[in-house]
């Protein structure tokens, strides 16, 4: 059966889905860019926001949502807009990146902006910048996250980055004093270059250090090049690792590695019991870099896209097995001596995932969802922003949505099931260039809202529910 066989049902108004296949740091005051025109006074108000007296526009900001859904354009044009996180009071915050990922310039000001709403019609009314800006040697990032009362960022520079933490408090949106420094010395070279990262309780930071390659090949993403034997840019790269939220002026290095084998976790949270998950990206080529393996059709549907359960000392597989969604199990690489998808070896020891989804589509943001304002269809359930493909011709490119994976017990109700909640964001041309929006972070907000940033256009949006709860 095709990989990219799916049934449909409706449920709730979803659509059931079941696949069969260093910067410079200085002070805010002198970098930040108030935005909006309210008074000071105004800038004090708390930013939460009711489901209530949110008017729903008619076309959800350009986007699709299951009945009795509705969004508004909480922001937009803030710049590459990566991954976000809401406060307690409903201030949002989001880190902006730049780099060679963008073609275009850096949105002036800091990286960091701060948004509220005062006027609770789900827009923010309010927005600042605050951190270092490009004119400082910064690149922003993507990780964000708030842990004790500060602002935990990523900031990037030309050779390393690091994560920075800034005190905040509900009656400031912005920081008053300077940044200090978490980690610093990450690496930022080759194909991956993001730090993402969750807190926990405790205050235990887990970061994603993606790959510095597609499949660690000896020539990177070239004709028939076999893989490093062993891949030691897993000492570095490809896994997660483990730093402490509460301590200043730690340096990376191999020791805190925590989980190893993943490609990418763009995506990494908690769910509800305290787990740590977090979403991978599968690697690109193989039919391009392996054509007397690997048809095109199979190219543009292997491998499968993943939702982890990250254990410490975890090997997920990277870069000698992928995940083949169509026999649902890890296969060995053809740079380590696979045969298109028969041979097992080494891989019947790597951890597989909890879920997958259609090859390609890259997942980047992912939430557990706590609260109690959407159905409760959704309580406990994960949230996933796909970034969208460009390694699926000759078919068409697909992703550019937000889709939830219903959980029970612990887990994802079925490995292959999930449910578009959001689309549309592309626009008519889902091509990375092309596409208007592409989905990247995904946050629930303390009213139990969904916010979704889009790092295109810059824009974010506000889901709330209006419907009947059932």
């Not at 710049?79 to 902006?96: E, F, M």
């Not at 205050?203 to 390659?213: I, K, P, Q, V």
């Not at 740079?335 to 980047?364: I, L, N, Q």
């Not at 889709?403 to 017990?409: E, H, K, L």
């Amino acid at each position: 059966m095709s990989y990219q066989t799916k049934t449909f049902s409706r449920t709730a108004g979803s659509a059931i889905c079941s696949l069969a296949a260093a910067a410079t740091t200085v002070l805010f005051v002198s970098c930040v860019k108030t935005e909006g025109t309210n008074t000071a006074a105004d800038s004090n108000a708390s930013a939460s926001s009711t489901a209530a007296s949110a008017a729903c526009p008619s076309d959800n900001g350009g986007i699709t949502l299951p009945d009795g859904f509705c969004a508004t354009v909480f922001a937009d044009t803030i710049g590459h807009a990566r991954h976000i996180v809401v406060n307690s009071n409903g201030d949002v915050y989001v880190d902006t990146w730049s780099g060679r990922y963008y073609t275009t310039p850096a949105h002036p000001g800091g990286f960091l902006v701060a948004m509220r709403d005062t006027s609770k019609d789900g827009k923010a009314d309010i927005v600042k910048r605050f951190g270092p800006d490009s004119l400082h040697g910064n690149g922003g990032g993507t990780g964000i996250g708030i842990y004790n009362g500060s602002l935990y960022a990523e900031e990037s520079g030309p050779s390393a980055a690091k994560i920075v933490r800034y005190p905040i408090s509900t009656d400031s949106m912005t920081p008053t004093s300077a940044s200090e420094t978490i980690v610093s010395g990450l690496p930022v070279s080759g194909d991956h270059p993001m730090h993402p990262f969750a807190i926990g309780q405790s205050g235990d930071m887990y970061m994603d250090l993606g790959s510095a390659t597609n499949s660690c090949q000896v020539k990177n993403r070239t004709l028939e090049s076999p893989g490093h034997k062993p891949c030691t840019e897993l000492l570095t790269r490809a896994g997660i690792w483990r730093y402490d939220a509460n301590k200043k002026n730690q340096r990376f290095s191999p020791a805190e590695r925590y989980a190893t084998g993943i490609r990418n976790a763009v995506g990494i949270a908690f769910d509800p019991g305290g787990q740590l998950y977090s979403t991978q990206h599968g690697r690109d080529q193989l039919s391009e870099n392996w054509p007397k393996l690997y048809t095109a059709d199979q190219g543009q549907n292997l491998p499968a896209e993943e939702l982890l359960k990250i254990e410490q000392g975890g090997d997920y597989g990277w870069p000698y097995c992928y995940y083949d969604g169509v026999q649902r199990k890890l296969v060995l690489a053809p740079e380590y001596g696979g045969d298109g998808g028969k041979a097992v070896r080494e891989c019947a020891s790597k951890k597989g995932p909890d879920g997958f989804f259609p090859a390609h589509w890259a997942p980047d943001g992912l939430v557990f969802y706590t609260g109690s304002s959407f159905p409760t269809h959704y309580r406990g359930g994960a949230f996933i922003a796909f970034h969208g493909s460009w390694n699926r011709a000759p078919g068409p490119q697909q992703g550019y949505n937000v889709v939830f994976v219903p959980f029970t017990g612990g887990k994802p109700v079925d490995p292959a099931k999930y449910e578009v909640f959001a689309d549309g964001f592309a626009g008519a041309n889902k091509q990375p260039d092309a596409a208007a929006h592409r989905p990247i972070g995904v946050a629930q907000g303390p009213d139990g809202a969904l916010y979704i940033t889009d790092d295109k256009a810059g824009r974010v949006w506000k889901v709330i529910y209006k419907g009947t709860k059932k």
